[in-house]
């Protein structure tokens, strides 16, 4: 069982503990991010998308320019650009990657944000119009003549696309969502399912029921799982604990400025809730899965981490890859720092250890 790993590229210099600095749209930020990620040997690297952030695919496409390798994760939220010109848009992309590009699915799960560019949509009512947007685009993708199509939320004649992904049948689909309406439509489409970083026995649990759902549709076999993390680490548990606290603290200070929660004073959607409740049963769970910005945050995003020495870190990857764990998006507090450090001491060693089991396994065979 091969791993793979996703950075996360911003459009400027920031994060909870750097108040954001330089041009909203910084181009040599960028590029210097983009192509540490390759030299550090991630496999892709995660574009985000915000009702108020610069548009993904234009970013994803400078990416593709200034990399030679390094493949793209465009999120891509639903309800915002009819189905058959996202499939077209995405096509269009593959092409000018080279076979690089792969969708990240996110549907939503703050009605506020959602409202932002006009979606009124209940949560469930999102990802029911999620499963048919999904439905549109790989049928785009894999028509051989004129489609037409009628459903509930979208209707169309006689469309054809000339253009086609380089992937074969299709562009890989990621997706994220917790909640149990997300989970079935995960069970559908996805190829990679993404969930936030939680204790063992909670992946572990979410892993089966995403199984399931993908059960009902014969796909048991066929979908795979990310897990996002922020690794902390340092030359001794010390020193990474130390890290951590001054972490921390730079967090709690910048928080106001930084995070707003909904207007119900937490988060809405479901993944972020259960950070919120690991955070809940304390500072650290499992051997060193740190939860203290989660709880500082509001768990907005990516927030629970994994803090040691790269060797500790790496063993802690390696025990959620046990548990059938293939994908990790990794990104780190200094991000182009941190993404430097991933790939000189973090990414090899769980390289060197996979690598080294699979050899084990095929001689046991």
């Keep these: 069982m091969s791993v793979e790993f996703i950075g996360m590229l911003g459009t400027q210099a920031g994060s909870e503990i750097h108040p954001p600095s330089g041009p909203l749209v910084d181009k040599t930020y960028i590029r ?14 995660l574009i985000g998308y915000g009702s108020v952030a610069p548009d993904g695919f234009l970013l994803a496409s400078y990416v593709t320019q200034v990399t030679q390798a390094l ?6 939220r639903p309800g915002f650009m009819a189905p058959t010109l996202a499939a077209r848009k995405l096509a269009t992309l593959d092409h000018f990657s080279d076979g690089r590009a ?4 996110i549907t939503g799960g703050s009605d506020a944000e959602q409202q932002r560019d006009g979606d009124y949509l209940n949560h469930d009512q999102r990802y029911g119009r999620t499963d048919e ?7 785009v993708w894999n028509a051989s003549a004129p489609l037409d199509h009628e459903g509930p939320h979208y209707k169309f004649q006689g469309l054809f696309s000339v253009v086609k992904p380089l992937h ?11 909640s149990d309406a997300a989970i079935e439509v995960a069970g559908k489409h996805a190829d990679v399912y993404a969930l936030w970083g939680e204790s063992l026995a909670q992946v572990k649990e979410t892993l089966d029921k995403v199984r399931a759902a993908a059960a009902r549709h014969g796909r048991a076999d066929k979908i795979r799982f990310s897990l996002s993390l922020r690794p902390v680490l340092a030359a001794t548990e010390e020193k990474a604990w130390a890290r951590a606290d001054s972490i921390l603290e730079r967090a709690k200070a910048n928080h106001q400025k930084l995070f707003r929660f909904s207007a119900n004073g937490g988060p809405e959607n479901v993944g972020s809730k259960r950070l919120l409740e690991a955070a809940a ?15 500082v945050t509001g768990a907005q995003g990516n927030s629970t981490g994994l803090v040691g020495t790269p060797e500790q870190v790496a063993e802690a990857l390696l025990e959620y890859h046990n548990i059938g764990i293939t994908t990790f998006l990794i990104r780190g507090f200094d991000p182009l720092e941190d993404a430097t450090d991933y790939g000189r001491e973090l ?12 050899s084990a396994s095929l001689a046991a065979e």
């Design 32 to 45: 210097a991010m983009a192509q540490a990620h390759e030299a550090s040997g991630f496999d892709r690297v």
């Design 71 to 76: 493949k793209i994760l465009l999120a891509h």
């Design 102 to 105: 792969a969708v990240h699915i």
């Design 133 to 139: 947007y999904l439905d549109v685009v790989k049928k």
């Design 168 to 178: 074969t049948p299709q562009i890989p689909i990621y997706f994220g969502g917790s």
């Design 281 to 295: 049963n304390g500072r650290v769970l499992d051997k060193r899965l740190w939860t203290e910005i989660a709880a």
């Design 347 to 358: 990414i090899p060693l769980v390289r060197r250890e996979i690598a080294r089991r699979e």
